[in-house]
């Protein structure tokens, strides 16, 4: 599956920006795919933001996002949506789409959906700064 991020830029801290993240090319249901949001800021590693399980299970937020980000698909577009408000300068990074089709544990889910190296797909990440 090919994935295409967009929806970064400049804001202010306390602002709010959505991301997109558009599905194509696929050979299986959109909904077979885990869809995860993941980011590096400068100089750190990449880091887990959020994610939607297959079949829309559940979502799983970063403790740095909860409540402030939502995550959710929207079935029409093929397309998964990272909702930011109340953004922070710690918010700035560039922000990664990724997605696999691989089962993951039910046991063990809520880690297996944070470990980056289970995602298959990426898409070219989208730049979000924020400013004081």
């Known amino acids: 599956v090919q994935l295409q991020a967009s929806g970064g830029g400049l804001v202010q801290a306390g602002d709010s920006l959505r991301l997109s993240c558009a599905a194509s090319g696929r050979t299986l249901s959109f909904n077979t795919y885990h869809m995860g949001w993941f980011r590096q800021a400068p100089g750190k590693e990449r880091e887990f933001v959020a994610a939607?399980?297959?079949?829309?299970?559940?979502?799983f937020y970063a403790d740095s996002v909860k409540g402030r980000f939502t995550m959710f698909r929207d079935y029409a577009k093929n397309t998964v949506v990272l909702q930011m408000d109340s953004l922070k300068i710690e918010d700035t990074a560039v922000y990664y789409c990724?997605?696999?089709?691989?089962?993951?544990?039910?046991?063990?889910?809520?880690?297996?959906?944070?470990?980056?190296?289970?995602?298959?797909?990426w898409g070219r990440g989208t730049l979000v700064t924020v400013s004081s």
């Open positions: 939607n399980t297959q079949n829309n299970y559940a979502t």
């Open positions: 990724a997605a696999t089709s691989r089962p993951f544990s039910s046991v063990h889910l809520a880690v297996q959906v944070r470990e980056s190296e289970l995602y298959d797909s």
